[in-house]
T-cell receptor
Framework: GAGVSQTPSNKVTEKGKYVELRCDPI?????LYWYRQSLGQGPEFLIY????????DSGLPNDRFFAVRPEGSVSTLKIQRTERGDSAVYLC????????????FGSGTRLTVV | DAKTTQPTSMDCAEGRAANLPCNHS???????VYWYRQIHSQGPQYIIH???NNETNEMASLIITEDRKSSTLILPHATLRDTAVYYC????????????FGGGTRVLVKP
């Protein structure tokens, strides 16, 4: 596609529920990144994929967070047993390959845990 | 990655050049200086990056000092649509382009 697409754009869930956030990167981009942004702060790195494998998952806050990219294109960020502190905008970005140039962000998914 | 320091906020006049400073005194030889901006309710947008030479593209110019300890992003003719938070980031491309965002500079372009 023309840009990075994230769905849903907004998600409200109850505390303790499971959620999945989807990212469709730009076609042909092999590197894919997930970030989380809390209100008034800069984005915070979570995980990045080069192809199908997670090259760096050091930013995932705990084992309730998991991400996959089974075919090297679409990625899903999964959050189990959601907590109110997980409320944030989750941003996805992609680039042609890791380490080259800037990358393109999607508009994010605003997750609200009530 | 080297830490960067930017002013918290700045105003500039529409139609004038906006000069956004960034200090990165601990930058290493392998680290590039990247600039992104984030307009309200959107994801960050890549602007420009450089290693040691000055760079220019259709959006902005990047001036890096000879010792590489600081840089300036220049928006040549600021418009109201340039109102955004601007982030200066120093990254090692060998580390996979992972970005570490600081607080950025909140730029308000006024008519």
């Amino acid at each position: 596609g023309a840009g990075v697409s994230q769905t849903p754009s907004n998600k409200v869930t109850e505390k303790g529920k499971y959620v999945e956030l989807r990212c469709d990167p730009i076609s042909g981009h092999t590197a894919l990144y997930w970030y989380r942004q809390s209100l008034g702060q800069g984005p915070e790195f979570l995980i990045y994929f080069q192809g199908t494998g997670a090259a760096d998952d050091s930013g995932l806050p705990n084992d309730r967070f998991f991400a996959v990219r089974p075919e090297g294109s679409v990625s899903t960020l999964k959050i189990q047993r959601t907590e109110r502190g997980d409320s944030a905008v989750y941003l996805c970005a992609s680039s042609l390959t890791a380490g080259v140039g800037g990358y393109t962000f999607g508009s994010g998914t605003r997750l609200t845990v009530v | 990655d080297a830490k960067t320091t930017q002013p918290t906020s700045m105003d500039c006049a529409e139609g004038r050049a906006a000069n956004l400073p960034c200090n990165h005194s601990t930058i290493s030889g392998n680290e590039y200086v990247y600039w992104y901006r984030q307009i309200h309710s959107q994801g960050p947008q890549y602007i420009i990056h450089g290693l040691k030479n000055n760079e220019t593209n259709e959006m902005a110019s990047l001036i890096i000092t000879e010792d590489r300890k600081s840089s300036t992003l220049i928006l040549p003719h600021a418009t109201l649509r340039d109102t955004a938070v601007y982030y200066c980031i120093a990254i090692d491309k060998a580390a996979g382009n992972k970005l570490t965002f600081g607080g950025g500079t909140r730029v308000l372009v006024k008519p």
